[in-house]
C-alpha cells in the first residue's frame, strides 16, 4: 500500500472504531435511564384513599414491579401502627395509612401526575 491507500484505511478504521464506541454507550447507558415502573403514594394520616390528585409530597419511592410497591407499602403500614417511622401514630387513630401504586406516573404539560393505572 502506498502512503495515501495508508493514510485512507487508517482513517476508516478509526471512524468505524469510534462510531461502534458510540454504539456500545448508546446501548450500554440505556440501561442505567430506566423510567421506574410503579410509584408509590402512602397517605399515613389517612384511612380512605383522598379524592385530590396526586401530590409529589406523597411519593414514597419508586419500584420494578407492583409486588415490590406493595410490599413497601405494607411495610410503611406497620411502622406506621407502631409509631416507629416518625409519623405520628396518633394522627391516624382508625387505621394504619392508605396507599396506592401508580404505573408510568408523570407530570403533564399543568404540573399534574398521571399514572396509566392506580392499584393497592
Not at 18 to 40: F, H, N, Q, R
Amino acid at each position: 500500500m502506498n502512503g495515501i491507500a495508508q493514510s485512507c484505511y487508517h482513517s476508516a478504521k478509526v471512524r468505524c472504531s469510534l462510531a461502534m464506541l458510540v454504539i456500545c454507550l448508546t446501548l450500554g447507558l440505556s440501561g442505567c435511564t430506566k423510567t421506574p415502573e410503579w410509584t408509590l403514594f402512602y397517605y399515613p394520616e389517612l384511612s380512605v384513599l383522598p379524592d385530590a390528585p396526586l401530590q409529589p409530597d406523597t411519593i414514597n419511592g419508586y419500584y420494578d414491579t407492583l409486588e415490590q410497591c406493595q410490599s413497601k407499602a405494607h411495610g410503611l403500614q406497620r411502622l406506621t401502627r407502631s409509631g416507629m417511622n416518625g409519623f405520628d401514630s396518633d394522627a391516624n387513630r382508625n387505621g394504619a395509612g392508605v396507599y396506592q401504586c401508580g404505573q408510568q406516573c408523570e407530570l403533564n404539560d399543568q404540573s399534574v401526575l398521571i399514572c396509566k393505572q392506580l392499584t393497592q
